[in-house]
């Protein structure tokens, strides 16, 4: 799907410059249509893919393999229609889902309230925590935590771990916590 809306937005900026030149090209022709033609070369185009034009009309091979690709085009103009309107899915960590409703939890909001209760994790110095959910429910927690030099990674870590179950639970996401020393710049708490 991303990959469909780069190739729309790189097409319609390609459509949008031909469009410009087309209407540079009309502009040039109201002011002396005859001139342009001829600086175009337009009838010696003519007489050049005119014949080539003649055999696409006529049944056989050729004229398959324009239907080929005239139906190929329609369809790709079908996927980049479908990647350009179709809107995105927000991913949503969710908590509880039933007849009345869901209540759900956004992935930016869920990593700072992890990043929030990391921080207060003692001998951490600083967290950087990214949600991912997964499609079916649930999903998972990256910590990358600072800590000073003297303190255990692995003592940090279960802190971690402990100071995020209140929201894991629930959730049903699982924390992947890793700790490094910390630059001298964040404070130890």
Sequence with gaps: MIVLRALVRLIAF??????????LAAAVTMIDPAGLAKIVGLPALRDTVGGWLDTQAGPGGIARLSALGGLLAMLLGLALLAGLLIPRRERLVVLRSGSTGTVAARRRALAQVAGVL???????????????????GGGRLRV?????KPAQAKEIERAITAQLEGLT?????????KTHTGDPGPRVR
């Design 169 to 177: 639970g629930p959730f049903k996401l699982k924390a992947a916590v």
């Design 118 to 136: 990391a921080e207060q994790a003692r001998g951490v110095t600083d967290a950087k925590v990214k949600a991912k959910p997964r499609r079916r």
């Design 14 to 23: 390609l459509l949008l410059v031909v469009l410009a030149l087309a209407g």
């Design 144 to 148: 990358n935590a600072a800590r000073p």
